[in-house]
Nanobody, 121 residues
């Protein structure tokens, strides 16, 4: 039903910036929330940011608040993650996710394959 494809990952120097993209397909996606998660080697996948697709409300993990910005482009069915002031702790595989609301949060039913972000120190 919904397919997600991430892009924009790569190698960046500490203090630099990077912009990730998540291209979505599927009619239902426009009614879903969308979020970014990341997973570093040896660690569990963690939440990064979420955006309400239609309303534009956003929420961020404390570790990235003030540095990362999640946004959307409804015309192109794409969500973005602008990452500034990157540090070594941001190194991880970043995943895009989507799903319907579940209480005050979302049920993350769909996931992309991930894109690697490596920050050199």
């Amino acid at each position: 039903q919904v397919q997600l494809v991430e892009s924009g990952g790569g190698l960046v120097q500490a203090g630099g910036s990077l912009r990730l993209s998540c291209a979505a397909s599927g009619r239902t996606f426009s009614t879903y929330g969308a979020g970014w998660f990341r997973q570093a080697p040896g660690k569990e996948r963690e939440f990064v940011a979420v955006i309400r697709w239609n309303a534009g409300s956003t929420y961020y993990a404390n570790s990235v608040k003030g540095r990362f910005t999640i946004s959307r482009d409804n015309a192109n069915n794409t969500v973005y993650l602008q990452m500034n002031s990157l540090n070594a702790e941001d190194t991880a595989v970043y995943y895009c996710a989507a799903g319907p609301p579940l209480g005050s949060w979302y049920r993350w039913d769909y996931w992309g394959q991930g894109t690697q972000v490596t920050v050199s120190s």
